[in-house]
C-alpha cells in the first residue's frame, strides 16, 4: 500500500513538472525605460534588471518576480555630461530614491488571467523604498518576450521631492507624481 501511495504521489509531482515551467528572465536582454514629467518638460531615462524569474503554465503566468536595481539608473535626455551626472545623483538620492539604503525594488506576482489574444492581467505587490503597493497591470506577450507600461503614483512610496502631494506652492517646480515604466522583459 506504501509503494502504492509513494507511486501515486510521484505520479503526480512529475505531472505538475510537466505543466509547470520556470523561465528566468534575462537581465541583459530586459529594458526598462522611464519617464518622469514636470511642468514644462520631461526627463527619461533607462534603470536595469538585477533578477527575476516567471513560472509558467499552459503558457499563461502563475508566478513569478523581479528585482530592479536601482543603483543602474540612467538619464538619456541630458547630452551635458554635468547636468546628467546631477540629476542622476539626485534620483539616486533621498529626495527620490535613496538608493543607498534602497539599492532594489521589486515587483512579486499574486496572480494573472490567461492570455487572451496575447494579453493578460497581471497584479500584484510593488516594492519601492521598502513601502510595498499593490499594482494592477496589462501585459503583452509576442513568443517569449513580455511588454507592459506601468504608471506608478510615487507618492505611495515616499519619494516626496517636488510633490504637490507634500508641499504646497511649488508652482512651476512640481513634478507629477505618476512616473511611467515602459517594460520589455525577454526570458530563457
Not at 534575462?26 to 527575476?52: C, E, L, M, R
Not at 503554465?57 to 541630458?78: E, L, Y
Not at 497591470?137 to 507618492?155: G, H, I
Amino acid at each position: 500500500m506504501k509503494t502504492i501511495k509513494l507511486l501515486a504521489f510521484l505520479l503526480i509531482a512529475s505531472s505538475v513538472a510537466v505543466f509547470a515551467q520556470k523561465v528566468d528572465i534575462k537581465p541583459n536582454d530586459a529594458v526598462i525605460k522611464w519617464t518622469g514629467n514636470k511642468i514644462g518638460g520631461s526627463h527619461n531615462g533607462a534603470i536595469k534588471i538585477k533578477s527575476g524569474g516567471l513560472e509558467l503554465k499552459d503558457g499563461n503566468i502563475v508566478k513569478g518576480s523581479v528585482v530592479i536595481d536601482m543603483n543602474s539608473i540612467t538619464c538619456a535626455d541630458i547630452d551635458n555630461a554635468t547636468y546628467n551626472k546631477k540629476l542622476v545623483d539626485h534620483l539616486k538620492s533621498d529626495d527620490f530614491f535613496g538608493v543607498e539604503k534602497y539599492p532594489t525594488a521589486s515587483f512579486t506576482l499574486a496572480k494573472a488571467t490567461k492570455f487572451n489574444k496575447g494579453k493578460a492581467t497581471v497584479s500584484g505587490s510593488l516594492t519601492i523604498k521598502g513601502k510595498t503597493e499593490p499594482i494592477t497591470f496589462e501585459v503583452t506577450k509576442a513568443s517569449n518576450v513580455y511588454s507592459t507600461q506601468l504608471k506608478v503614483d510615487r507618492s505611495k512610496f515616499d519619494v516626496r521631492y517636488g510633490s504637490n502631494s507634500f508641499f504646497d506652492n511649488l508652482g512651476d517646480k512640481a513634478i507629477e507624481n505618476i512616473f511611467i515604466l515602459d517594460i520589455q522583459l525577454t526570458v530563457k
